[in-house]
């Protein structure tokens, strides 16, 4: 670790430990790629780590990447792509400022989340600066009033409100040496059935999305493996299917070009076609849908519900909102969340209301 990492990590601390002395909250900010996920963080004095940033150590022969926070995510893929490695959970950027940080933070993955893992399942480790200014690094420093949950791993999703990431160490997992991605026309139910007979088969499937009328599977692995499911399940090759995945990660395709309120709901991969009004389309084998729709919050939350899923708006282009955002935690759940919260960042300055409001 160098002088001047070791200078900004002290910086950072002071700033955290003198907000915690005043009891004035901060805004965690990176690249701000990710700002309309969740709630707005109005009130708050900034706290800006873009400056922490760099490759701290990389083993490719380990699998093991370790970068600082703030860290653009198009540094790190590249330094794996020269290595012909990545980071299989297939993070969206949503922005050319994306940062390692934020990805984590936010919890994103990408269309191969179910088939290899999210981003929360990769973290190996990390370093933070709790709510007090003290930094911990997990795996030494371990909280004893949190003891059983594995704090590196919270950290992915939490939006920044159980801590200022530092560091984070990732596994990695070599490029697949063949992609095939094979398009068949079918509607949403024919293609909810085939996805759940497709997975139940020992092929290499890595992506599965239904949109208009036609669904997608993406086949990645071994070229042997690859070629014999293609094979087996027919279907038209997709060219350039490369861009067609990046633009259903991104959200750049026709579909997310749309003024309407954007939801995702998660639901079991089997569930039927969402009986609610609006266009949809199918993610991760049927698991995510995305929903158009001005329909009321409160009618699509308690249909996912029904439906033994969970409701979150993801954007809005005219800048309304729904509070919450996110889907309303039972009361056992927030109660776990608000123990976690209290024991890493007890004033709740950090990001507060991020996740939900007032928390």
């Excluded at 279907?235 to 299917?241: N, V």
Aim: overall charge negative.
């Amino acid at each position: 670790m160098s002088s001047n990492d070791d200078d900004l990590t002290q910086w950072l601390s002071e700033r955290v430990t003198q907000a915690f002395t005043d009891n004035r909250p901060l805004v965690i900010r990176g690249g701000n790629s990710k700002s309309f996920l969740g709630e707005a963080v109005a009130n708050g004095d900034d706290l800006d780590v873009t400056g922490h940033r760099g490759i701290v150590s990389y083993e490719p022969g380990e699998l093991v990447l370790t970068a600082r926070a703030g860290t653009p995510l198009a540094e790190v893929e590249a330094a794996l792509a020269e290595q012909n490695q990545m980071l299989a959970f297939e993070p969206p950027h949503y922005g050319e400022g994306a940062t390692l940080g934020g990805t984590i933070a936010a919890g994103v993955s990408g269309p191969a989340r179910p088939f290899t893992g999210s981003a929360r399942d990769f973290v190996l480790g990390a370093r933070i600066i709790n709510g007090r200014g003290e930094p911990l690094r997990f795996g030494g420093e371990v909280m004893k009033n949190v003891a059983g949950y594995d704090l590196s791993r919270l950290m992915a999703g939490a939006f920044g409100t159980l801590g200022v990431l530092l560091d984070i160490s990732l596994k990695v997992l070599p490029v697949p040496r063949d992609q095939v991605t094979l398009i068949f026309d079918k509607d949403a139910d024919a293609a909810l059935a085939h996805f759940s007979e497709c997975l139940l088969k020992p092929w290499p499937i890595t992506g599965a999305y239904w949109e208009a009328g036609r669904s997608y599977l993406r086949l990645a692995g071994a070229a042997t493996s690859v070629e014999s499911a293609a094979t087996k399940l027919g279907g038209e090759r997709l060219q350039y299917d490369q861009r067609f995945w990046q633009d259903i990660r991104e959200h750049r395709s026709a579909f997310f070009d749309d003024d309407r309120p954007l939801w995702r709901l998660s639901v079991a991969p089997a569930t039927p076609v969402l009986d609610i009004p609006g266009d949809c389309v199918v993610d991760w084998g049927g698991a995510q849908r995305w929903l158009l729709s001005d329909a009321d919050a409160n009618t699509i939350r308690q249909r996912a519900t029904e439906l033994g899923g969970h409701a979150s708006l993801y954007s809005r282009r005219d800048g309304a909102t729904v509070c919450p955002r996110f889907h309303p935690l039972s009361k056992p759940m927030m109660a776990v969340q608000k123990r976690v919260k209290d024991s890493l960042d007890p004033s709740g300055i950090l990001n507060r209301g991020r996740l939900y409001p007032d928390f």
